[in-house]
Nanobody, 126 residues
């Protein structure tokens, strides 16, 4: 089983920045896609960003494009989400996820993701 361990959440003011980390288990991730999703109180989980492990192809939700950056460190088996210019509407629990379906472009469909982290809380105050 693939294990995902998230960290980096916290409380920040609007306009501030945070970097989330997702450390994976020790297995090979060359064929995997890694994604970030978020869920605000009373709302459904939504796509934020994703990246293919081998090629580094990225995908972003329109709501975060230009503000968030997803990346991965293959040597450390870790994916990151750099979040800049944070807004109160970014407040949510952020989840790291992974799947091993064959894709040339990272999927934003949460139903395709097989493995999920525990989530980390991000709170942005105005």
């Amino acid at each position: 089983q693939v294990q995902l361990v998230e960290s980096g959440g916290g409380l920040v003011q609007a306009g501030g920045s945070l970097r989330l980390s997702c450390a994976t288990s020790g297995r090979i991730f060359g064929s995997y896609t890694m994604g970030w999703f978020r869920q605000a109180p009373g709302k459904e989980r939504e796509f934020v960003s994703a990246i293919t492990w081998s090629g580094g192809v990225t995908n972003y939700a329109d709501s975060v494009k230009g503000r968030f950056t997803i990346s991965r460190d293959t040597a450390k088996n870790t994916v990151y989400l750099q979040m800049n210019s944070l807004k109160p509407e970014d407040t949510a629990v952020y989840y790291c996820a992974a799947h091993h379906l064959t894709r040339w472009y990272p999927s934003g469909d949460l139903d395709e993701y097989e493995y999920w982290g525990q989530g980390t809380q991000v709170t942005v105050s105005s």
